[in-house]
Each structure stands twice: as C-alpha cells, then as structure tokens.
C-alpha cells in the first residue's frame, strides 16, 4: 500500500531507447538478426514516405554510434537510474532498433504510434527519450504523444536542477537549461507562457522560456556575467590559497562511482552521499594531513556521465576549474560496474575538454567490498588500488599514494640545530615534519627531520651548513 501512494505521487514515465547498431555483449543469433534486418527495412521505408516536418540538414547525418559502446540494453540500464535520480516512477519501457535515425521522429512513424498508445494506457505524464532530440524531433513528437516530452539531455538538467543548492550552481543549472531551451523554443509559445511542475520543469521555470528570443537572451548575458564574477571570487580564493603552498587533490569519476563516500572517509567531513546520480554538484573543500605531515586540499567535484550536455560543460566551468587547478586527480572508479571501462574512457574524454589529461592521476578502484574474494585477488595482482569508501578499507595505502604523487612542495631532509629557548621553532617542526633523530647538547637541540621545502626554507637559519 505503501509502495502505491508513493507511485502516485510520482510522474509516470514511459522510456524510450533507440538502439542505432549499438554493441551487444552477446552475438545476436540468426533470427534475432534477420528480424532486425526487417526492421531496419520497414525503417528505411518509412523515411522514404512523407513524414511530418522534416529537417533537411540533417537527413544525410551519419549513423549514430554510443560513445562508450554499450549495449541497448546497458544503456537503458543507466537511462532507468537517471529517471529514479528525477523523482519519476517507470511505467513502461520501449526499444527501437534501427539502422539510422528517422529525421523527423528519430524512431520512426510506426514507432510513434506505439510509443502513443502505451503512453495512453499507462496514463504517462511524460515520455523520456535516451537520445538528443533535434528541435524538429521535439516538436513533431510533441505533436504526436498525449503527454510531455523530454530528451535525455534534458532529463540530466532536470537533476542538476533538483540538486543545485548554492547561488552558484543554481545560476549555471539555469544558464545551461536556456542556452539547450533557447533553439527549441519555436512553436511551443502556448506551452511555455504557463507555469508547471514536475520532470523538466525545475530551474528557472517555463514563464522564463517565452518565445522572445530576446528577453531570454538577455537573461543568459546576465548569468555569463554573474558567473564571470563568481569565476573572479573563486580566483581570489585561489590566490591566497596559494600565498600559502597547500596543492589541491581533486577527486573525478563517473557519477555514482562513490566521490562524495570516499571525500567523506578521508576528509571526516558530513558532505551529502547518495546512491542517486549528481547528488554533488557544488565542489566541497577539506585539508587532510599526510604521512610526511604535507596538508593537501581534498575537493569533492560533480560527477562525469556519458554524453554529458556540452552547455553542462560550458556552464559549470567554474565548478571544474578545480579539476583544471589540482596537481593530482584521484580517479575514483566503481569496481564493482559491469561496464567499467566504458565509463573509464568516458571520464577521460571529459578531462580532455578540461585540457587536465597530462596531471598526474592516481585510479582509486572503489566499492572493493562488492567483489567476490576471487575477482578482489585477480584486481590486486594487477597492482590495482583497492579500496572501500564505505567500509574504510584501503584508506591508508591512498593516503600513502596521494604523498608519493605530490611533485610541488617536495619533502627535503636537513640537519638543525635550534636553541632550546625557541619553543615557538621547536613546536612549529614537530607540527609540520618528521623528526628522524633528536640530540639534546648543553642549550641546543641537534634534529635530523623530513620535511615540505616551504617549511625548511623558513627554518634556513637553524641549519647546519653542510645539509
């Protein structure tokens, strides 16, 4: 009964994915195949026919293929946990397999017409489409369904918008929502002059999205210029950060690799973790002390994902350049995915937008405490980092790794010798080095010790000439 009135309080959905050629883990068996040749067939036919407002530009568009080459039905695996991330519940799910995609539905006429009666008899609020929908695709599909109709690109801004809490990430939810909004505005003037709720309603509301290019174009000049001023604090920030040598460890992954669990584990810190997509979307700041007594700056960033917006990018660039800033980047990655390197290449695309591939990166194999004692010996004598941000596990041996990686503000060794009448020297070594031998002589403290180079150049008058 529960579990009723929680569905009801939820938007229906029904999910639609397209499967354009993409991988199978398994090899399609012979019928299987020539059913979709006959498919692809019916397909081919139906673009030949008249169909509803094409988009010439792009009927020559070259087969689609998934960037991470994962299977139709892993995709829609991933489609299903952004929904959940939305707050909606699934009423259905639908597949389309084609040889291409149709340029004025992207499934296709027949497609449509299912997808519509499905929606009808599951009472759907909206229907979810795991592909960019053109401005014309939208449009004609709008036209065609009994309910709204969202793409994927726009369901991931629906989170980011669910999520946002500070000033800052809600200006760059709203700025990435308009400039995707701004092209696809044509013809929806009646819906958008009301006001709504729900999935792909949340952020700056639709009485904002108005058919006055204009007026919208103005509200995103503004946001550049709010955000260029939030850039210009954050710079600031950064600054002073640096009259003081802490270097910045950034934490970069696949959304829900378990960022903020692990940012939790070393730092002690209380930040939100959650089993939901892009539940971080603000970067989180915590100095941590290693081994060689070094204090480094830990940063908790939002989460990477498969063909993430290009607005998202653009508009949360602020947020990155902690990711374009540190010295070393932890890449936290799930273990336990079934697609794992998938998601490993996606995360390095990303970081080549941000030009941040030439830092040094350490890969942090998280969720150990998921794998079979079998699978967790084979990953550990790959020489694997394995740890468990839930359980602890590991967390030294990353420390140990994150010291060794550290190049700015190496560890130095040296002799002094200080007077024991300098507390204040006295106390500010033991605080910030390692002490290896300790002699005491008449009024005089002999000390061998390890420590940052910033803090021996400080000290340069108590030591002994030849070290």
């Not at 699934?90 to 040889?99: K, N, S, Y």
């Not at 017409?113 to 053109?134: C, M, N």
């Not at 950060?241 to 970069?252: D, F, G, K, M």
């Not at 020489?383 to 967390?395: D, F, P, Q, Y």
Request: glycine fraction near 8%.
């Amino acid at each position: 009964m529960q579990e009723l009135e929680t569905r009801t309080r939820q938007e229906r959905a029904v999910l639609v994915g397209v499967d354009f050629g993409l991988r199978s883990r398994t090899p399609r068996s012979g019928a299987e195949a020539a059913r979709l040749a006959a498919l692809q067939a019916r397909d081919h036919a139906d673009e030949s026919s008249s169909a509803p407002e094409e988009e010439p530009e792009t009927s020559s568009a070259p087969r689609p293929v998934d960037a991470l080459g994962l299977s139709a039905e892993e995709s829609m695996a991933e489609f299903r946990e952004l929904v959940s991330s939305a707050g909606g519940y699934v009423a259905a799910e639908l597949m389309q397999r084609r040889g291409r995609l149709d340029p004025a539905t992207l499934i296709g006429q027949g497609k449509v017409e299912e997808v519509a009666g499905v929606a009808a008899s599951t009472e759907a609020d909206l229907v979810l489409f795991d592909h960019d929908l053109s401005p014309t695709q939208l449009r004609n599909l709008e036209r065609a369904l009994p309910c709204r109709v969202l793409d994927r690109t726009q369901l991931i801004l629906d989170i980011f918008a669910r999520h946002a809490r500070t000033r800052e990430g809600q200006l760059q939810v709203e700025l990435a929502q308009l400039e995707y909004m701004l092209p696809r505005l044509t013809g929806r003037g009646r819906e958008m002059s009301q006001l709504g709720g729900g999935i792909g309603t949340r952020g700056p509301g639709e009485t904002q999205l108005e058919t006055d290019r204009r007026r919208i174009q103005r509200r995103i000049d503004q946001l550049k210029q709010d955000l260029d001023a939030v850039r210009r604090v954050r710079r600031q920030q950064r600054q002073r950060r640096e009259a003081v040598p802490v270097p910045t460890v950034a934490l970069v992954g696949y959304t829900n690799a378990g960022k903020s669990t692990l940012f939790n584990q070393l730092t002690g810190a209380q930040v939100l973790q959650s089993s939901r997509m892009f539940a971080t979307l603000d970067p989180k700041l915590r100095a941590i002390e290693l081994p060689s007594r070094r204090k480094v700056l830990l940063s908790d960033t939002v989460g990477f994902i498969r063909n993430l917006p290009h607005t998202l990018v653009t508009s949360f660039r602020a947020t990155l350049e902690e990711v374009e800033q540190a010295e070393v980047l932890l890449h936290v990655r799930d273990v336990s995915s079934h697609y794992g390197e998938e998601q490993k290449a996606q995360v390095e695309k990303v970081l080549g937008e941000l030009d941040a591939l030439r830092k040094p990166r350490i890969e942090v194999l998280n969720k150990v405490d998921l794998l079979t004692p079998e699978d967790r010996q084979a990953r550990a004598a790959q020489g694997a980092l394995l740890v468990s941000a839930r359980t602890g596990e590991g967390m030294e041996s990353l420390i140990s790794a994150i010291d060794e990686a550290l190049k700015s503000d190496p560890l130095l060794e040296a002799e002094l010798r200080v007077p024991q009448s300098e507390g204040a020297v006295l106390a500010m070594i033991d605080a910030g080095m390692t002490v290896r031998d300790r002699i005491y002589e008449g009024n005089l403290v002999h000390l061998t010790v390890t420590g940052p180079a910033s803090l021996v150049g400080r000290l340069r008058e108590w030591r002994v000439r030849n070290s």
